[in-house]
């Protein structure tokens, strides 16, 4: 199956690029999340089991060393900066590993003796990340990489760095000496500007300060299996809340990497018990191997839901439910709902003969969706109290194979399964490692270079790279089978359990989407259906950056409402792009 082969990795090579996605997940009565359900014991002997069982890819931390596409903002470009700073992480590890090691061991000796040599560690340790930490928790990008503009004036944009993030340089360090309060934490700062310089605003940075890369894995494990907040986690959900309840904003984007997505996770959770659903719906999330073990996002209303399971397709790309042909969607939602708000998007009313598209009718037409991706009010069309939620993950990232991957995707062995929502990209690749920029960044929305040179384009004046590279970006350019079964438009899916479909194998090079989300595919079929029954596959081909609402925002532009998009089907006729 399709949703157990992107648990299972694949070796990335440069004649094997692959990439799927998986929609977002159906909300159900029957699926709670376990983090909040089971014993802490227990979720942590899972952790651990999984720890060692990925073990294999934890080099993909700083794996592969090149190419460093982003120059000086790529944490393992050539410097003298991240020199020092992987140097410092190596020695952390060694000496971690030691401690961790030798901790049975410390038994045998006397209580006060054990405590003391604990106490000593951990003073070394501290000693040693206050050489990576900057004194702040919260930082800004450099004005010189994007200046605040009016047009964006209406958005804030924050972002939660992931494990190992931390260096300060070492001229810096004599300003300290010299109690001068100029402090630049590096990696962070660079995750920043890059990230600035990508989509031309400016960005709000909460440092998830590190301690080392073995301990931020044994915090992981505490945040997520215990949901404890530091202060980093605390900080942010004040800052975040305030943005929310200031009506100058209309966009509060959030954007988490690595452990970050833990801490995310848990500020989600707060800002869905306490804020109401207007305010929520300004809200937009996209996280890079997020560590994350649940990512909720609720129906707003049982009737998004219900029309949700009716049409799982629609429903995993967050597109509006199918509406009669009589009857525009707006009206209908206003109907059963008074209070639910709706896109300024109108969705396609379906074609004429669209009573054909019942199971059996393998000729059906097939009716058109408007997408949340280009949506001005993306929660209208979902029908979620957040507005919109994407992760992208490489397949040979330790994190992301720990986190989204396991959760989002991967088979659960019973209905008590944790929510994973919104779209998952997955991603294997050559360059599939875990670092923001070097790894994910390059890899998803590289920086323009020039195309005879190979050399990055910046401004002589600054010597700020010039922004996202527009065309080219094999990543966002690879298309998309957007298939799915006749027949299963307009069809309830049971609660029962059942055996899943199996996808064909894609091209390589191909950009898989699965047509059902990650809770169909986990083992929730169509009532009394097989596939034979169901009917036969229907599919449309789309480009990954027609689903991806970030790439909407690149170089400093926005979402911008307009009919679903025309592609091209496998027989040769021009569509609507379909669920």
């Known amino acids: ?53 990925f073990f294999w890819a934890i080099p993909s931390v700083l794996w592969p060393l090149s190419p460093a596409d982003s120059g000086e903002l790529s944490e393992l470009s050539f410097t003298s900066e991240n020199v020092y700073a992987v140097a410092i992480h190596a020695v952390l590890v060694i000496l971690q590993l030691g401690f961790i090691v030798a901790l049975p061991f410390l038994v045998m000796l006397p209580v006060w003796t054990a405590v003391a040599a604990v106490a000593l560690f951990m003073l070394l340790n ?41 260096y300060i340089a070492p001229s810096e360090l004599l300003l300290r ?51 404890y907040a530091t202060t980093d986690v605390r ?45 929520l719906s300004k809200l937009e999330v996209y996280t890079f191997g997020n560590a ?22 629609a429903a995993s790309i967050d597109a509006t439910s ?58 209208g069309l979902s029908g979620r109290a957040i507005g919109h939620i994407e992760h992208y993950a490489h397949t040979t990232d330790f994190v992301a194979l720990w986190g989204v991957l396991r959760f989002a995707t991967a088979p659960p062995s019973s209905n008590m399964i944790p929510r994973f929502m919104g779209r998952v990209f997955v991603r294997t690749s050559v360059r599939g490692g875990h670092q923001m920029v070097q790894h994910y960044l390059d890899g998803m929305f590289p920086l323009r270079k020039d195309r005879q040179t190979g050399k990055l384009l910046r401004d002589e004046a600054t010597g700020v790279p010039w922004g996202c590279e527009e065309g080219g970006n094999e990543f966002m350019e690879s298309e998309v089978l957007l298939g799915g079964v006749d027949g299963e438009y307009g069809s309830r899916r049971g609660d029962d359990r059942g055996e899943g479909t199996d996808d064909d194998e894609e091209d390589d090079g191909k950009v898989k989407v699965l047509g059902t989300s990650p809770v169909s595919e986990r083992g ?51 569509r609507n792009a379909t669920m």
Request: hydrophobic fraction near 35%; charged fraction near 20%; glycine fraction near 6%.
């Open 1 to 53: 199956m399709a949703a157990m082969e992107a648990s299972r990795p694949r070796k990335a090579g440069s004649s094997n690029n692959h990439t799927e996605f998986f929609g977002s997940q159906i909300g159900d009565k029957s699926a709670v999340n376990y983090s909040y359900t089971d014993m802490p014991w227990r979720l942590m002997a899972y952790d651990v089991y999984y720890f060692f069982k």
């Open 126 to 166: 501290r000693s040693l990340t206050c050489l990576l930490n900057g004194d702040r928790v919260e930082y800004e990008s450099d004005e010189k990489y994007a200046p605040a503009l009016p047009k964006h004036a209406h958005e804030q944009w924050i972002y939660i760095n992931g494990v190992a993030a931390g």
């Open 177 to 227: 000496g010299r109690r001068l309060t100029a402090t630049r934490e590096h990696w962070m700062r660079s995750n920043l500007n890059r990230l600035a310089v990508t989509f031309k605003r400016p960005i709000v940075g909460i440092h998830n300060k590190t301690a080392g890369i073995l301990f931020d894995v044994i915090e992981c494990l505490i945040q997520r299996n215990l949901g």
């Open 235 to 279: 900080v942010c959900y004040s800052i975040i809340k305030k943005k929310l309840y200031n009506p100058q904003y209309s966009k509060v984007i959030f954007i988490l990497h690595s452990q970050g997505g833990i801490q995310g996770s848990l500020i989600l959770d707060w800002l869905l018990q306490e804020l109401p659903q207007d305010l």
């Open 292 to 313: 994350a073990n649940h990512f909720n996002n609720p129906h707003r209303h049982l009737y998004s839901q219900n029309q949700a399971k009716l049409n799982p397709l």
């Open 322 to 379: 199918q509406a009669p042909a009589h009857k525009p969607m707006a009206h209908q939602v206003h109907q059963d709902h008074h209070d639910f708000t709706t896109s300024s998007t109108t969705p396609n009313r379906l074609s004429s003969n669209s009573e054909a598209a019942q199971p059996g009718h393998s000729n059906a037409a097939i009716p058109a969706f408007a997408s949340s991706t280009t949506a001005s009010h993306p929660s």
């Open 524 to 574: 929730f079929p169509l009532k009394g259906a097989n596939k034979k029954e169901r009917g036969e596959v229907v599919n449309v081909r789309v480009k990954v950056k027609e689903l991806s609402r970030l790439w909407q925002y690149r170089n400093g532009r926005s979402p911008e409402d307009k009919p679903p998009l025309l592609v091209k089907c496998a027989d040769g006729v021009v």
